[in-house]
């Protein structure tokens, strides 16, 4: 099994950055690929970004070109950034690993493994 927990969600301005962090452990050695998703509560979960040691870094649309998705091998940790918040970035983010490495159309695809979750308010 692997687990994974999120840290640095809270309230961020608006403008300003958002910075996640995600931390596996358990057997990590199954895991390829490492995602960002968000869900605001009564809509559909979005995909933020996908990684895997094959390809370049995929990104959402709606925060492609803000966005920076780093995977540590070394310490298990997946970091997000998203930079120029806007009041739509505000959502649950959870971080989800894959035993498989990112499917063209990752961001509807069910990943193996998910975090609880983390918070993040937009303040405006």
């Known amino acids: 099994q692997v687990q994974l927990v999120e840290s640095g969600g809270g309230s961020v301005q608006a403008g300003g950055s958002l910075r996640l962090t995600c931390e596996a452990s358990?057997?990590?050695?199954?895991?390829?690929?490492m995602s960002w998703f968000r869900q605001v509560p009564g809509k559909e979960r979005e995909g933020v970004g996908c990684?895997?040691?094959?390809?370049?870094?995929k990104y959402g649309n709606n925060v492609k070109g803000r966005t920076t998705i780093v995977k540590d091998s070394w310490k298990n940790t997946l970091s997000l950034q998203i930079d120029n918040l806007k009041p739509e970035d505000a959502a649950v983010y959870y971080c989800?690993?894959?035993?498989?490495?990112?499917?063209?159309?990752?961001?509807?695809?069910?990943?193996?493994?998910w975090g609880q979750g983390t918070l993040v308010s937009i303040l405006s």
């Open positions: 990684t895997d040691p094959y390809e370049s870094t």
């Open positions: 358990g057997d990590t050695g199954y895991i390829v690929s």
């Open positions: 989800a690993a894959d035993r498989a490495s990112c499917r063209r159309y990752w961001y509807e695809y069910e990943m193996d493994y």
